[in-house]
């Protein structure tokens, strides 16, 4: 029976003096009670870590342990020892005429975004898994919006990891720009799986002291750059800290930090395979979804990969058996710093006027490299803007991976991932700043495309528009699923993808399957970045259909099939994995409901 003021009748007394413990349930609560001490005290019988019954725990010296992973927990207050499982819920008990009651609604002391944020503060710093599934998820389920997680993730993995911007917070950028893309649970493991990259990118690792701005805002916007430049190029982290931080905080715009921040990034051709500017573009597009408050902390965390990159300039594959650089730098003016021949060839032409020529697509996929620099050196004296060429660079980059022949050894599948998410990341630079370096990423970018040539060596076939109707678009979705189940089914992928297309299927939808094939898996940082990248190479080409774009020589319904088939492709070669971060959500989410876990 209950009484007026919540409490409800439990267990005798008496039986549970006697047993020691009882287990009852109350309003669909399961409650461990407890007689210790003299005591009787209640909780929850579900273990916070992984749902064990606490009924069958062991109580010693105020303490309760769960026996199946060890966890202890203070038996008064449910505060756990070890912060990896957190603290049991525990029950306010009366005892009345020897009948013991207990109020299963007690009041909380903290709202659950708080509790739920508190967690995730917890998950970050001991690297804690299941932690992090259960606050991103505890989280989103109270209703907060996941700009707010991931501005505090950024915040932690840029002030923990002194190696500055990384894998982690390359990942929790990407699943922050595919989520509006996903399913409503999907966008809960896009959180987790963003969060727990970070929360492993900075374990063990060095915090991050920040240098101070220099304290003048008379320095003009030119010299700064210049001197941010310089730095990097010496390798100076501290003086190329202290310049970004003085263009924040003297209010320069975002047009300006990101011309100051890729015009370092593309002082030397194709840094670190790439990674460097795609990790400044992911900053500056994560800043668009938790705000400029953050921008100093994430910019700065650009700077040690800038100056610890490896310079693609002083590898033998960009100078044998031709001299890829000095191909560059008969264009660029000089050496690979340099822009006065880009300007020159840029004054030339009337910006926005250029349309690709037919055979563009096939110069840049093609194996001669003076003819590819050519090309895109008259492009820009024609009027190509920076934009115009990274997106067919980005396109010809799509194609590598949608034609990546299986017979090639596995790891280079990264090979053409590498140049595919740099030159993605070009193009978002573009539309960030018409800065005139980046006319040399976009050159950078052709000639990595130029490099991967023998592995579409023979090229995999694609499936052209038109070759697949009249099956159902929901039966190829899981048909798609299914492949990512088996090993091998690369070439299957992209045919299926192909025939989506042709059967009228929703492109939302096939995303949404994308998404969720991969969210499942314990997927990558490279498989992670390419479906990313391949989403937003769509919705680019999506967008120019929308607006009723025509251009010579460009065919935007192929074109916008090329980067889903190139993905599903990577994906069916990298899949199935252990499933393990999975199992782990999977567990979250059950213990979240409340459901048993352990019969």
């Known amino acids: 029976m209950a009484t007026a003021d919540d409490f409800h009748e439990a267990v005798p007394l008496a039986d549970l003096e006697e047993s020691g413990r009882e287990l009852t349930s109350v309003d669909g609560v399961p409650i461990a009670l407890f007689h210790h001490e003299g005591e009787v005290r209640a909780v929850n019988n579900r273990c ?14 105020g303490i309760l342990t769960c026996h199946w992973h060890h966890a202890r927990f203070e038996l008064s207050c449910g505060d756990t020892f070890d912060p990896w499982a957190d603290d049991v819920q525990t029950y306010p008990v009366e005892v009345r005429d020897g009948t013991v009651y207990v109020n299963p609604n007690p009041v909380r002391e903290l709202p659950p975004e708080e509790h739920w944020a508190d967690r995730l503060e917890t998950g970050l710093e001991e690297n804690l898994r299941l932690v992090v599934a259960k606050s991103t998820i505890g989280l989103l389920d109270a209703g907060v919006d996941y700009r707010e997680p991931t501005a505090r993730t950024l915040e932690f993995g840029t002030k923990y990891r002194d190696a500055g911007w990384g894998r982690g917070l390359t990942v929790l950028g990407c699943m922050a720009n595919v989520i509006d893309d996903l399913e409503e649970r999907d966008r809960k493991r896009a959180l987790y799986t963003g969060v727990r990259y970070v929360a492993n990118d900075c374990a063990g690792e060095t915090p991050n002291f920040d240098q101070p701005s220099l304290s003048t805002d008379d320095v003009g916007f030119d010299r700064l750059k210049s001197w941010f430049r310089d730095c990097v190029e010496l390798r100076d982290a501290d003086g190329a800290e202290r ?36 990790f400044a573009n992911t900053a500056f597009e994560t800043l668009e979804h938790v705000g400029a408050e953050h921008t100093a902390d994430a910019l700065a965390s650009l700077v040690e990969p800038l100056v610890t990159a490896d310079r693609s300039n002083e590898q033998s594959a960009w100078r044998q058996p031709v001299d890829l650089v000095a191909l560059l730098e008969d264009v660029y ?57 990274a997106a067919e660079v980005a396109h010809a980059a799509a194609t590598r991976v949608a034609q ?5 050894e596995f790891g280079d599948w990264d090979t053409v991932h590498h140049t595919f998410t740099y030159a993605n990341a070009v193009q978002g630079a573009t539309r960030r700043t018409d800065a005139i370096e980046l006319y040399r990423a976009v050159f950078d970018a052709a000639v990595s495309v130029y490099l991967d040539r023998f592995l579409n060596t023979p090229p995999a076939r694609v499936p052209e528009p038109g070759e697949d109707t009249g099956r159902d678009p929901d039966a190829i979705r899981e048909d798609l699923l299914e492949t990512f189940d088996a090993d091998g089914e690369v070439n299957r992928a992209g045919r299926l993808v192909g025939e989506f297309f042709d059967c009228g299927g929703d492109p939302a939808a096939l995303k949404r399957t994308l998404g969720h094939g991969l969210l499942r898996e314990d997927a990558d940082f490279h498989t992670l970045q390419n479906v990313e990248a391949a989403f937003r190479r769509f919705d680019l080409v999506e967008e120019r259909r929308s607006e009723g774009e025509k251009r010579e020589g460009v065919d935007l319904d192929r074109r916008r099939r090329i980067p889903l088939i190139a993905t599903a492709r990577y994906m069916a070669a990298h899949f199935p994995t252990r499933r393990e971060a999975e199992q782990t959500f999977s567990i979250a989410t059950r213990l979240g409901r409340g459901e048993r876990i352990h019969e």
């Open 243 to 278: 310049c970004l931080r003085t263009a924040v905080e003297s209010g320069r715009s975002e047009a300006e930090l990101a011309e100051m921040v890729f015009a370092a990034a593309t002082d030397h051709p194709y840094l670190s395979a790439g990674h460097v500017l795609d």
């Open 404 to 408: 990546f022949g299986t017979g090639n």
């Open 333 to 389: 003016g000089g050496d690979v710093t340099e822009t006065n021949g880009l300007e020159e060839l840029a004054r030339e032409g009337d910006r926005g006027s250029w349309s690709p020529p037919a055979d563009f697509q096939a110069t840049l996929l093609g194996d001669d490299p003076e003819a590819i620099v050519d090309a895109l050196a008259d492009a820009v004296r024609a009027g190509a803007t920076t934009e115009d060429l």
């Open 48 to 61: 916070p870590h992984m749902g064990f019954p606490l009924v069958e725990g062991t109580v010693d010296d």
